[in-house]
């Protein structure tokens, strides 16, 4: 399975924020230690971006915000491009969609934005005689606990959508993620939220882990990021490397159990949660 792993080229995109981020910086090198040397990462990351804004980008041809980690490599290049041109020069494997994070859970602001990004993204894959790509969503995970005292303003506006727990907004991404697969041209759902949620509930979550984040929104350099890359490998890459994440070191940045954590989170189909 290496040699296969070595020269099958996988190109995956996201659209989203500071979260598409923390599921993607370690990925690459989680690839590399799997033998994947020919697996490419795009991200547009703008701060807390929704569906909407992402479509207006579009529309616009805006070229800011995209960076991406070649073949090879470990480090994410900003570039400028807008989201036309990166779809032009390369024929992406998998396409990734996120919502912000008081949108997440809130299927009503998903539409028209989805439909209409994944409308013009099938034109531009005809247009380039480019394959069709598989449309994912990233279900990630919701703003820590510790911040439903009210002490941060963002956070407090955030959850207000939700009761102001953190729990409900999860509940509230599982619906919205099933049925974006259920109502939309979306065929996976990405369940990193469920990784980092299982590990908030292990005997890791200690207080100095600040349940994985590094301020109650993203994740914590150590464990957090670790977690959500080994989820998306063994979601995207692990069925072609035939490598599990548990049997590799990541640097010795995670503990056997949040590996396995993170492994048995991607296999969850988010529909029947």
């Keep these: 399975m290496m040699l296969i792993s070595a020269i ?12 598409a981020s923390d599921c993607t910086q370690n990925l690459p090198a989680i690839a590399l230690e799997a033998g994947m040397k020919d697996v490419r990462v795009g991200r547009f990351v703008k701060a807390n971006c929704s569906l909407e804004e992402h479509w207006n980008y579009f529309q616009a041809d805006s070229t800011c915000f995209y960076s991406e980690c070649a073949p090879g490599s470990k480090k994410f290049v900003r570039q ?41 993204f099938d034109i531009i894959a005809g ?43 999860f509940e509230a991404y599982k619906k919205t993620a099933a049925r974006v697969v259920a109502e939309t041209a ?16 292990s005997t890791y979550n200690t207080p100095e882990e600040k349940e994985f984040t590094r301020d109650g929104y993203h994740l914590s350099y150590a464990k957090g990021r670790w977690i959500a890359a080994s989820c ?7 069925p072609v490397s035939g490598i599990d994440v548990c049997n590799l070191t990541l640097g010795s940045s995670l503990p056997d159990a949040l590996k396995q954590i993170a492994s048995k989170a991607a296999s969850v189909d988010v529909s029947q949660l």
């Design 232 to 238: 998306w490998y063994q979601y995207f890459l692990a």
């Design 186 to 201: 979306v065929s996976r759902v990405i369940p990193v939220g469920l990784a980092i949620m299982d590990a908030r509930a």
């Design 127 to 169: 247009e380039n005689e480019h394959k069709k790509p598989v449309y994912c969503w990233n279900m990630f995970w919701p703003i820590s606990k510790l911040l439903e005292d009210g002490s941060n303003s963002r956070a407090t506006y955030r959850l207000s959508f939700y009761d102001n727990s953190s729990e409900k907004a």
């Design 8 to 19: 099958l080229s996988i190109n995956i995109l996201i659209l989203g924020h500071s979260f």
């Design 80 to 120: 400028e491009k807008s989201v036309r041109q990166v779809l032009e020069e390369t024929e992406w494997d998998y396409i990734v969609f996120q919502n912000s994070l008081e949108n997440e859970g809130r299927y009503e602001t998903v539409q028209p934005f989805l439909d209409n990004l994944i409308e013009e």
